[in-house]
């Protein structure tokens, strides 16, 4: 109320409260004052900042500028139902790294896929512990009931590795993506150290993939470390193909439990996808610049199905108010913006966002672009600027279509000798990504480093 509205203005606030799957969502909606651009910028500035402050109150905080409509902020927190923690029995078990010196049994162990059930949560949330500890960025993973919560309400499908003796030793999961429910992730992918290099994982890929099919599903995607490729190579073997590196999105925390593998500071992910339907027919606005990389990306994922690059339009800054939403995950310190609508305004109020975000240390900031939008050339070119520089595409990554992102960062460079790739064509990637980087001059905020 005091950043939103003038001194004397008669206005309303809507407030919501809900119960989520995750905990507790608070989203506050009115027409106010927008985030950014318009109005004074020193008021806007100081109400962003006192937002983006709430970030060791609240897991997610998400704003949506929306245009005429007004503005929205979403917050989320992850309420403790009760994690493996509380589970005291659930601990009593000998750690992964005794385990290690132990000869593995004679005959080599064995396991099939299912789906989860509601009583497995709890031996999900041990499975992961027995992999990574406490150190996995997505906490729900930890909370048995919020596991059963999101599987309940569809926006995650769980399937299990387990043993002829239905001892769960792997755990996969499609999770529904936000910006466009047609594809999903596939993630959470953990098998307990004794299991790994069984196939577990590739019959859970799999069997997800078949899960993906059948609730007619576009496409999926992964994320898959770099510090080693087996992962990767899994994903190439069930036919997701590279199509973006993300720098610096893991965590240094991420503990990898029996592998010999000091992680980076941070650590990359390249992203990989496969189309479970024929891609239609449809021309993207390419900026000129990326525009080979691109159609490059488009072949290695379908060389039946690469769009026609379109002529760019003539110099035009957009009509009307500038629209986008601004996601920030706190576990991961990363920013996420989705631009729904270029205005006259847009680059400035990023410009401000950026900003506002550095200042705050979230470490990574993405920014997804619409690749079917004639004006996204345009302002590309006026993003990287700002110090934005390329990381890739995902495909139908939009509810309009594919998304071009770019990525910021803010508080550690990229340590590209620590990336490891199992494929051509993702190397070629990481060198693009890597030239991209090192030829940005940024004019906008400085990174903190």
Request: aromatic residues 8%; proline residues 7%; glycine residues 8%.
């Amino acid at each position: 109320m005091r950043y939103s509205f003038e001194p004397q203005e008669r206005a309303s606030l809507d407030v919501a409260c809900e119960r989520i799957p995750a905990g507790l969502k608070i989203a506050i909606r009115d027409k106010g004052l927008p985030i950014g651009g318009a109005g004074p910028l020193a008021a806007e500035s100081a109400a962003n900042n006192v937002v983006l402050s709430l970030r060791d109150c609240f897991d997610e905080i998400v704003f949506n500028n929306l245009g005429q409509e007004g503005k929205e902020v979403v917050l989320v927190k992850h309420l403790g139902d009760g994690s493996l923690a509380e589970y005291e029995a659930a601990c009593r078990y000998e750690s992964p790294q005794a385990s290690e010196t132990q000869p593995f049994p004679q005959a080599e162990p064995r396991c099939t896929v299912r789906p989860m059930q509601p009583a497995d949560a709890l031996e999900i949330s041990k499975t992961v512990y027995r992999a990574y500890g406490y150190s996995y960025s997505h906490d729900y993973i930890y909370y048995p009931e919020k596991i059963i919560a999101l599987n309940a309400s569809g926006e995650v499908h769980s399937a299990l590795a387990v043993t002829e003796q239905n001892e769960v030793v792997g755990h996969c999961a499609l999770s529904l993506w936000r910006d466009n429910p047609r594809i999903a992730e596939l993630g959470q992918g953990v098998v307990v150290p004794g299991y790994r290099s069984h196939g577990c994982f590739d019959r859970l890929t799999e069997y997800l993939i078949g899960a993906a099919r059948a609730r007619g599903l576009k496409g999926v995607f992964s994320e898959a470390v770099t510090v080693h490729p087996f992962s990767q190579k899994s994903a190439l073997q069930h036919g997701l193909r590279d199509c973006a590196l993300f720098l610096c999105l893991l965590s240094p925390s991420v503990n990898f439990k029996a592998l010999a593998i000091a992680p980076a500071a941070r650590g990359s992910m390249l992203v990989q996808f496969q189309y479970l339907d024929v891609p239609p027919a449809r021309a993207i606005y390419a900026p000129p610049r990326h525009a080979e990389m691109l159609r490059a990306i488009y072949a290695n994922l379908d060389p039946s199905a690469v769009p026609r690059i379109a002529a760019l339009p003539g110099e035009t800054a957009g009509e009307g108010e500038p629209a986008y939403t601004v996601n920030l995950i706190r576990s991961l310190s990363f920013a996420r913006i989705r631009i729904d609508r270029y205005g006259p305004d847009i680059v400035d109020d990023i410009r401000i966002k950026l900003g506002e975000l550095c200042l705050q240390r979230w470490d990574v900031i993405h920014l997804a672009l619409n690749l079917s939008d004639p004006l996204t050339p345009r302002f590309c070119s006026r993003f990287e600027e700002l110090g934005f520089f390329f990381a890739g595409i995902l495909p139908l990554g939009l509810s309009s279509g594919d998304a071009l992102i770019l990525q910021y960062l803010n508080t550690a460079g990229a340590d590209y000798s620590a990336i490891r790739t199992a494929s051509p064509f993702a190397a070629d990637l990481v060198a693009y990504v890597k030239f991209c980087d090192s030829s940005r001059r940024p004019i906008g905020p400085e990174p903190t480093r």
